[in-house]
C-alpha cells in the first residue's frame, strides 16, 4: 500500500510543480498531439525514454514492451498491439523518426539466451521468440558477452521488423520518415547510437569511447 502512496505523493508533487508551472502546455496539448518522434524501448523500471532523453510531454508517442521488440508485420487478423501503437504513429501522428533503445541487464533479452522450451508454455517464451534468429548470428559468433551482443541484435532486429510494415518501409523510401537504433547502459547512464553501415554502436558525444564501454 505504502508503494502506492508513494505514486500518489508523486502526484501531487506534480500537481503543484511542474504542471502548475506549465499549465499553458498543458492546456495546448489538451487540444491534440502531433509528436514528432515515435520511441520503442523496453518495460524495464530501470530505462524510461523520458527519463533518458529528458522529453516534454507531448513531444515523444512512447511505446514499451519485454526488450524493446517490434514483431514483423502480420495482417493475419490477430490482435497486434505493438503493430497498432506502430500504425498510428506513422500513419496518423505522422511521426518523423523511430527510435529502438535497447537496453544493458536487459531481462527478456537474458531469458532469450537462456533458452524458452515450449513455445506454447507462456506468454514470455513465445514473445522473445522473436529473438532467436538473432541468439543463433549471437551465439555462432562466438562472443564472451552474449547478453550484451544480443542486446545490440536486438534493436537490429526491431529495426528489420520495422521495415516490414509497408506503412513504414514506402515512408522510409520517400525520405519522410528515419529509423534509429540505440542502447543505453544503466550504471554509466550512456546512450549509444548504431551507425546502421557499419553495424556498430557509437556512443552518443563521446565519439572516441571504445565500443566495449557499453557493457553493463
Ligand atoms: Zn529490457
Known sequence: MSEFRALLQGYDRFRAGRYETERRRWESLATGQSPPVMIIGCCDSRVDPATIFDTEPGQAFILRNVANLVPPCEPDGGLHGVSSALEFAVTK????????????ACGGVAAALGGHGDPDRTFIDRWIGLLDPAVE?????????????????????????????PFVAEREA???????????AIAEGRLWELDEASGRFHAVGEPDLDHAGAKE
Open 174 to 184: 520517400r525520405g519522410e520518415i528515419e529509423l534509429h537504433g540505440c542502447h543505453f
Open 137 to 165: 548470428r549471437v551465439r555462432a559468433s562466438g562472443t564472451d558477452d552474449p547478453q550484451h551482443a544480443l542486446e545490440l541484435e536486438g534493436v537490429k532486429t526491431s529495426l528489420h521488423n520495422l521495415r516490414t510494415f
Open 93 to 104: 501522428l505522422g511521426v518523423r523518426h523511430i527510435v529502438v533503445m535497447g537496453h544493458g
